[in-house]
């Protein structure tokens, strides 16, 4: 049973440009959240996205956006980069979107900016 | 404003020296607690969920604890290969999805 997998696993980046990340959610989960971790903290959530739909969004700018398609993967991009993106991103799903099923990591997308 | 801390942020233990790992919590009302492992390079791997206080969850040498203002990971006997960060996270109630997770407490155990 393949857990949440991410792509790509590593990404080099200058500033100014824009970067897309991908996420499939583990078998039967239909909810999808992204957080961003900067190195020594703990994960800082962006947004959920749950029946193609983004349902809350922490406090994140407008150049973070995402995506979640039919099939309950889902993208997240970033335009116009700054320095300060560089950082893990990781994507967590869940099952069932109304529960308090526990949320599970995939092993994230090291970005960095040059 | 929700906010969960953790302390220490590090410790250094003998393999066999038994500890416990503290996460405060404060926030509107809680829904869940979540304990998670994570291993340099790797995503957060999930452990435990408690829901209301005085909940305990064990699994081989942890074992979680909950009461109204804090949670605790106490570590029985640890070995090498528990070595890792720990964090915890809380889910407030009022309609958020969002987990606050704390800074983590990174933990090595020494043989």
């Known amino acids: 049973d393949a857990g949440v997998t991410q792509s790509p696993t590593h990404l080099i980046k200058t500033r100014g440009q824009q970067v897309t990340l991908r996420c499939s959610p583990k078998s039967g989960h239909d909810t999808v959240s992204w957080y961003q971790q900067a190195l020594g903290q703990g994960p800082q959530f962006i947004f959920q996205y749950y029946e193609e739909e983004e349902r809350q969004r922490g406090n994140f700018p407008d150049r973070f956006s995402g995506h979640q398609f039919p099939n309950y993967s889902s993208e997240l991009n970033v335009n116009a980069l700054l320095l300060g993106d560089s950082a893990l991103y990781l994507c967590?799903?869940?099952?069932?979107?109304?529960?308090?099923?526990?949320?599970?990591f995939g092993d994230g997308t090291r970005l960095s900016i040059l | 404003e929700d906010q969960v801390t953790q302390s220490p942020e590090a410790l250094r233990l003998q393999e066999g020296e038994s500890s416990s790992l503290n996460c405060s919590y404060t926030v509107s009302g809680l829904r869940g607690l979540f304990w998670y492992r994570q291993d340099p390079g790797k995503g957060p791997e999930f452990l435990f969920t408690l829901y209301s206080a005085g909940e305990e969850k064990e699994k081989e040498r942890l074992k979680a604890t909950l009461t109204k203002k804090e949670s605790f990971l106490h570590i029985t006997a640890p070995k090498p290969e528990d070595s890792a960060t720990y964090l915890c996270?809380?889910?407030?109630?009022?309609?958020?999805?969002?987990?606050?997770f704390g800074t983590g407490t990174r933990l090595k155990v020494l043989a």
């Open positions: 996270a809380a889910r407030p109630t009022s309609g958020t999805y969002k987990y606050i």
């Open positions: 967590a799903s869940s099952a069932q979107g109304n529960s308090n099923q526990p949320q599970h």
